[in-house]
Nanobody
């Protein structure tokens, strides 16, 4: 079955950095847009960033613009989220998603990873 696996989460102090990765199996990776979403405790899953299938276009939530960078390498079936200048409010479970169309909502994304926890201490 198609599998998306996130890694790289952890605990970091405010102002620090983390790099998340998402490795995809059993999917023609280059045919899918990819995205990162996050979900804080008790809150809705929220869009973070997306990247088109060729990697030519990216989109970011206003809250992370300038601090986070999404990238992908189709030869490695891998997507990354470089997170710099982390804030306490970035604390959430971060989820990798794959879909045919890059949108900021959750509904149109076909496949999801299980998530990786990012905790930012203040």
């Amino acid at each position: 079955q198609i599998e998306l696996v996130e890694s790289g989460g952890g605990l970091v102090q405010a102002g620090g950095s983390l790099r998340l990765s998402c490795t995809v199996s059993r999917l023609r990776f280059n045919a899918y847009a990819m995205a990162w979403f996050r979900q804080a405790p008790g809150e809705e899953r929220t869009f973070v960033a997306s990247i088109t299938r060729g990697g030519d276009t990216t989109n970011y939530a206003d809250s992370v613009l300038g601090r986070f960078t999404i990238s992908r390498d189709n030869s490695k079936n891998t997507m990354w989220l470089q997170m710099d200048s982390l804030k306490f409010e970035d604390t959430a479970v971060y989820y990798c998603a794959a879909g045919g169309v890059a949108t900021t909502g959750t509904r149109r994304w076909n496949y999801w990873g299980r998530g990786t926890q990012v905790t930012v201490s203040s």
